[in-house]
């Protein structure tokens, strides 16, 4: 499922619109006109589509991509970062349950290295910021023994 805000939605929707018309794809000065958008918000718009793979911007042009995807509208991309950092929490979540010992121990550098290169590839701040979420849901413990530090697995 792929999350976008509302403009991306209204900007989405009327390349759906005039696609029949501009089958060459989408002139940006059609959608300006039409939306009312400054042209720098709207070919930012248009690039986070694209990067979303929803659409193709090339040459001032857009035109919809072959994929077909469910999309979710949010208001603000902030609400865009929250949803895909639940979801990276969960991942990351789900991660840790398979990396701990038998005393669900993980090193504090194992699970962070996994987190960082592994299949999540999650950043540096974001990695930071999942682990202090999962601590302050309690399900994540951190523990310093003699040997090096350590979160514990609640569960």
Known sequence: MITIT????VVLN????????????VPVNVLRKEL???EYDLVQ???????KDLIVFKDNKATLSDS????NTV??????EELELDRKEKAAYELIKELVDDKNLISKYTLEG?????????????MY???????????????????????????
């Open 6 to 9: 509302r403009n991306e939605e």
């Open 14 to 25: 009327q390349i759906k619109i005039y696609s029949m018309e501009y089958p060459q794809g």
């Open 36 to 38: 009312g958008f400054h």
């Open 45 to 51: 718009i248009l690039e986070e589509l694209q990067d």
């Open 68 to 71: 077909e995807k469910e999309i």
């Open 75 to 80: 208001n603000s991309k902030k609400d865009v």
């Open 114 to 126: 996994h987190l960082l290169y592994g299949d999540l590839e999650i950043s540096n701040f974001r």
């Open 129 to 155: 910021h999942i682990i202090l979420s999962l601590q302050n849901k309690g399900l994540l413990k951190s523990i310093v023994k003699d040997d090096g530090e350590y979160y514990f697995l609640v569960e």
